[in-house]
């Protein structure tokens, strides 16, 4: 299957008073038609800044210092400021992470969806945008799409507001949504509707979807492949079901292990110890030494680099592969 969306050594850094950090170094990863993406780790480990890297929204002081990004063809970083305009939000649509903020409280939902389309429609009339944007709303299952047409974000609730979103990164039909972490903050039973959602508007239109979270059961819902983010890299790459049945990178092992399982009664769960480092202070040798129960001399000296495992199955780390702790998280 043709990859639709190849990121190739991408690197963002911000310019600070002790000099530039980065945030994100030497990404690549790729994302097929019809296919989700999902992109897992702890907050600070740089999912966000990456997906707004692929949509050239970094904001100042930072830049893109480096990579490819190849959309459909075309290198998306090399593009004028204008033709990536007409890519973003029409081919390339992005869900923020926090529907409340990235709503205009001041402007009715049907206000900001049909801004939104006639940014990429400006021959069309006030009455074709308004129908089309009580269509969208219809389209994410928005019970009287014509009444919450007029309402203002703070009449609805957390879910309605995510579809809100949904419906207005989906209204100009593109092929590849990004989805920063979609159902943060929501109950179970609006998480499940939300991923529903999204599982059936992806069937229906055919576009890729690349969901990024640090929740695991929803990479298990939806992910057709899985990239595993730590201190700005990717750490372990592979599919789906691999991921869980068959991880290979420590940290991979310590998300899983976090997860509380149903059939054990252990008083407390498996954790990490420590946090991400911030990009200004990352340990000499592999990133994840300073957390990892794995490590030795080695492992402070060496940086590793992702390499192929298996076909399809790729990770950064030189105890791999870890056959005593293969299987923690199946």
Not at 183 to 205: C, K, N, Y
Request: aromatic share 4%.
């Amino acid at each position: 299957m043709t990859d639709l969306l190849n990121i190739e050594g991408l690197r963002t850094v911000f310019r600070t008073g002790s000099g530039e950090v980065t945030a994100v170094d030497g990404v690549s990863l790729s994302v097929a038609r019809g296919k989700t993406l999902g992109i897992v780790g702890e907050s600070g480990c740089g999912k966000s800044v990456l997906s707004l890297s692929l949509m050239r929204l970094v904001p100042s002081p930072g830049r893109i210092a480096g990579g490819r990004v190849m959309f459909d063809g075309k290198d998306l970083l090399s593009l004028p400021p204008a033709a990536m305009r007409d890519i973003r939000g029409r081919r390339i649509a992005m869900i923020f992470q926090e529907p409340m903020t990235s709503l205009n409280p001041v402007f009715t939902v049907g206000d900001q969806i049909t801004e939104a389309m006639r940014a990429h429609d400006r021959g069309a009339s006030a009455a074709a945008l308004k129908s089309r944007a009580i269509a969208a709303l219809d389209r994410v299952r928005i019970p009287a799409p014509e009444r919450r047409f007029d309402e203002y974000p703070h009449q609805m609730s957390g879910g309605m507001r995510q579809r809100v979103m949904i419906a207005m990164a989906l209204s100009c039909d593109p092929d590849l949504l990004i989805a920063d972490e979609p159902t943060t903050a929501l109950d179970v039973t609006v998480q499940a509707q939300i991923l529903d959602l999204l599982r059936d508007l992806q069937q229906q239109s055919g576009m890729a979807i690349i969901l990024i979270t640090h929740d695991l059961g929803v990479v298990a819902e939806m992910a057709d492949e899985v990239a595993v983010m730590y201190a700005g890299r990717v750490v372990e790459r592979t599919s789906g079901k691999a991921i869980f049945d068959d991880p290979q990178h420590p940290y991979t092992l310590g998300l899983l292990g976090s997860i509380p399982k149903l059939e054990e009664t252990q008083d407390r769960l498996l954790a990490i110890e420590g946090a991400v480092p911030p990009p200004f202070a990352l340990p000499q040798g592999c990133r994840f030494n300073p957390r990892c129960v794995f490590a030795d001399a080695e492992c402070t000296r060496i940086d590793p680099q992702l390499r192929d495992l298996a076909a399809g199955h790729a990770v950064a780390c030189l105890r791999a592969p870890v056959e005593s702790i293969v299987g923690v998280g199946a």
